[in-house]
């Protein structure tokens, strides 16, 4: 039976947390990382700043569904979405005290400078897509509202996510390149290890790094992809999990011309209720995830 549903929210990612945040949340969960054990832990085979960007868009219609997974799902995936902010901003914070160190105060100085000028081209390139609705305006404005220099590092992440997570659509429709958006998704992190991230991190922390590093991501992408699991199951006869609770691999561009490509999705604020006449069939979910009988 055909039934009138609102359309979901599509996914935009949004800016890490400040290092100092994103260190409290390191160090909160540091008990877990010395007890997982060597087994779990796996190649990190995932951008993890854009990943990291990703879920945190993602929180808000995750906890939209959170009663409904008390309701019907096993209590251990509760666990895992209520820490999934914690464990997407130790994440974070790993990743970033894992990287090279920058050298002397004066490198600062040039990764500012390219991060400033970046920062806003791609700044003015989001804009004009929010206006012809093929980007979330409320993500775009929220990276707008960023002041300083630890800002603008987390900017360009915000930036290289939401460029990437729209490509499929955006490809051809803006003046930004692919070497630029991958570009901020390095250079963010990069500026923000020069600013001195290290000081807000332990010592045992920094001395094996690369480690709990591997660590933290083994648990926030365990926790995200038993959340999408749940997800999958409870939006499986709307069809729409993958917007609510996108995959950490980047889409790939579609084939087609950007002439020949449908239209976007819109984007949908909450609050935004659909026309009385829309009616929605079901959509089946892939094979491969098989809803259980």
């Not at 906890?63 to 914690?86: F, G, T, W, Y």
Request: charged share 25%.
């Amino acid at each position: 039976m055909l039934k009138s549903i609102a359309p979901p929210r599509k996914t935009s990612p949004r800016k890490p947390a400040a290092p100092p945040r994103a260190a409290a949340a390191f160090n909160r969960i540091a008990p877990e990382l010395s007890e997982l054990s060597a087994a779990a832990l796996a190649p990190i085979n995932i951008d993890l700043p854009r990943a990291v960007a990703l879920v945190l868009g993602a929180l808000p219609g995750l906890a939209a569904l959170r009663p409904a997974i008390v309701k019907q799902l096993p209590e251990h995936k509760i666990a895992l979405l209520d820490k999934l902010e914690l464990y997407a901003l130790a994440a974070w914070y790993a990743h970033l005290i894992a990287l090279p160190e920058s050298g002397a105060g004066h490198a600062v100085k040039p990764l500012l400078d390219e991060a400033l000028a970046l920062r806003a081209k791609l700044l003015a390139d989001a804009d004009d897509l929010a206006r012809r609705g093929l980007l979330d305006p409320d993500a775009v404005d929220d990276i707008r509202a960023g002041e300083g220099h630890v800002d603008s590092a987390n900017d360009l992440v915000a930036l290289s996510a939401l460029f990437n997570h729209n490509w499929p659509e955006i490809a051809g429709r803006t003046e930004a390149t692919e070497d630029e958006v991958r570009r901020a998704g390095e250079l963010g992190p990069k500026l923000l290890a020069a600013l001195g991230v290290r000081e807000h991190a332990p010592d045992a922390a920094v001395s094996d790094a690369a480690d709990r590093r591997a660590r933290a991501v083994a648990l926030f992408v365990r926790a995200y992809e038993q959340t999408r699991r749940a997800v999958t199951y409870l939006r499986w006869d709307e069809g729409d999990a993958e917007l609510i609770a996108p995959s950490l691999q980047r889409r790939e561009r579609s084939a087609r011309t950007p002439s020949a490509a449908p239209p976007p999705m819109p984007f949908v604020k909450a609050s935004d209720e659909p026309p009385a006449d829309t009616l929605t069939a079901p959509q089946p979910g892939p094979a491969e995830h098989a809803r259980p009988a």
